[in-house]
């Protein structure tokens, strides 16, 4: 078969296994192939023609060959590296809710295509194996990040070392490709360093392929995020930077907002159980009498969109205010910000972070992802990186994690370290119907948008009947935030199609059909039972 075809035919097939996840995004996978194969050629630093005939094969397009060569150059120079897709985000989603086995399938076959895009031109050199290798793994560590297991040797790029010969190097790497005989022939056309063009093409390598304006989900290029909405997406591509956030307000208006925030009876009331305990505390300590050894380290537990982060800013804000902690910051991060791809190297990614946190809070969601498995030598390499922090700095930093509760519970279990400091667990309930329809009032009125009442009746028995119909991957707030945010597209669409004059009223109200709308597309995500 014509390797172009073949490279075309691998595509097909992929595209197939990924309808479910690009019904709203169809543009989104071949943009993030294009620019892959972008970074794999421009590592190899040279340009063939065959590059600019396998874009075409990929996308329907003829591209010039300067055009394909400032793409490469602006792949490396500029910011090409496209964050994790929203189609693997919503993949690895419903792979953790249902077990459907399509991550693995489809990194697998993202390997084959790369490997058979890296070479289209007839080699495939160490330095392009790397760039795959690097592209597989941060698919790979975002999917572990998100409590889904993927084995190692699924995306396993093979080194390339003296005694491995290069058909055998070939063979190990196409090793999913059913037919090996279309690399047999070797590119025709000319061959030029991509280095030496930098000075002259640097005032235009903006994007000749339009690339870089694909919608991908993470925006930063690296592990990200265990898929997270539109509402509160994390930057994943490249492992995105830490989240830190400093609260200066006092004790009185931290404990006012969160005495404001809708439901969480039972938080608020052990957080102040918690404050009042730590002033008398420290009332007994400033007059000399005994006071008991306190661990301030806390696990929050509960389902996805509960309120956990909220709370948790708020708990490091009430720290510093209450003397616990010298600065009182922040710091937001999961697996994917903590464990690197190499031995080694965790521990330092893992101690930068931290140092990050000392003098506040850092915050581990879904903490369970941390470890997959006895045999993750880079999670326990992390964990053990943590746990040592938070001895030898027991005056400057607190951890708090969070996650799914019964997975947190084996976690804290698993580990006697983890066991023995923290023994403070807060359950974050799932709202009800009632509070829902709150989070979506407070959403209306904070962003000056006002439902008419047949709408919120709609919302609220629609809400009431998503509670009702649960499971632990119900998205809660975060569910309520996407339908907001669906409901104001909804209503600019509207608007945009009427004739006339647009009034300040019509700006502010939301129809029935809004919210009609916003319902159907965000219903069921989030309900389906655990089997």
């Not at 309930?429 to 709408?455: H, K, V, W």
């Amino acid at each position: 078969m014509d390797k172009f075809k073949q490279l075309s035919s691998e595509r097909e097939t992929l595209r197939s296994m990924l309808t479910p996840y690009l019904k709203d995004h169809p543009e989104e996978f071949d943009h993030y192939v294009q620019t892959v194969l972008l970074r794999i050629w421009a590592a190899n630093g040279r340009y063939s023609d065959d590059y600019a005939k396998a874009i075409e094969a990929l996308s329907g397009k003829t591209r010039t060959a300067d055009e394909i060569l400032k793409a490469m150059i602006g792949g490396v120079d500029g910011n090409g590296t496209p964050g994790i897709p929203r189609f693997f985000s919503e993949m690895v989603d419903v792979d953790f809710a249902e077990s459907t086995g399509d991550t693995k399938k489809f990194i697998g076959g993202i390997k084959s295509l790369l490997v058979g895009g890296a070479y289209i031109n007839g080699d495939f050199t160490v330095e392009e194996s790397s760039a795959l290798s690097e592209e597989i793994k941060r698919l790979m560590t975002f999917a572990i990040s998100k409590g889904v297991k993927v084995d190692y040797a699924t995306g396993r790029i093979k080194e390339k070392t003296t005694d491995l010969k290069e058909d055998s190097y070939r063979q190990e790497n196409l090793s999913q490709i059913d037919d090996l005989t279309f690399f047999d022939a070797l590119a025709e056309g000319f061959l030029r360093p991509v280095h030496a063009k930098r000075e002259e093409l640097a005032d235009t390598l903006s994007d000749p392929l339009g690339l870089a304006s694909s919608p991908f989900s993470g925006g930063t290029g690296g592990s990200g995020g265990p898929g997270k909405n539109a509402a509160d997406q994390t930057s994943q591509a490249q492992q995105a930077e830490p989240e830190v956030t400093t609260d200066e307000r006092t004790m009185e208006e931290l404990m006012a907002e969160l005495d404001g925030l809708v439901g969480l009876a039972s938080i608020k009331k052990d957080i102040h159980s918690l404050m009042n305990f730590i002033q008398i505390t420290k009332l007994r300590q400033e007059r000399g009498l005994n006071v008991p050894t306190i661990s301030y380290h806390l696990v929050f537990t509960g389902n996805p969109g509960t309120g956990k982060t909220t709370v948790a800013r708020l708990v490091a804000g009430l720290y510093h205010r209450i003397g616990i902690l010298p600065k009182g910051q922040l710091v937001e991060v999961d697996r994917g910000q903590l464990v690197a791809g190499y031995t080694g190297q965790t521990a330092i990614k893992t101690m930068d972070v931290i140092n990050r946190a000392m003098g506040g809070v850092l915050f581990i969601d879904e903490a369970y992802a941390l470890v997959n498995d006895d045999q993750d030598s880079f999670g326990k390499e992390a964990v053990e990186t943590i746990l040592k922090a938070m001895e030898d700095h027991r005056d400057e930093l607190v951890v708090i994690v969070a996650g799914y509760t019964e997975l947190m519970h084996k976690f804290i279990e698993s580990n006697p370290g983890f066991k023995s400091r923290f023994s403070k667990f807060f359950e974050f309930p799932d709202y009800t119907g009632e509070e829902l329809m709150q989070i979506f009032d407070r959403f209306c009125e904070s962003n000056g948008y006002s439902p008419e009442d047949e709408a919120k009746e709609y919302l609220s028995k629609s809400l009431q009947e998503m509670y009702e119909a649960r499971s632990r991957h119900f998205g809660n707030g975060r569910t309520v935030r996407n339908i907001f945010e669906k409901a104001i597209h909804a209503q600019a669409d509207r608007l945009t199609k009427n004739e006339g004059d647009v009034s300040d009223t019509d700006l502010q109200k939301l129809t029935t059909s809004d919210i009609r709308e916003a319902v159907e597309a965000e219903k069921g995500k989030f309900q389906e039972t655990d089997s």
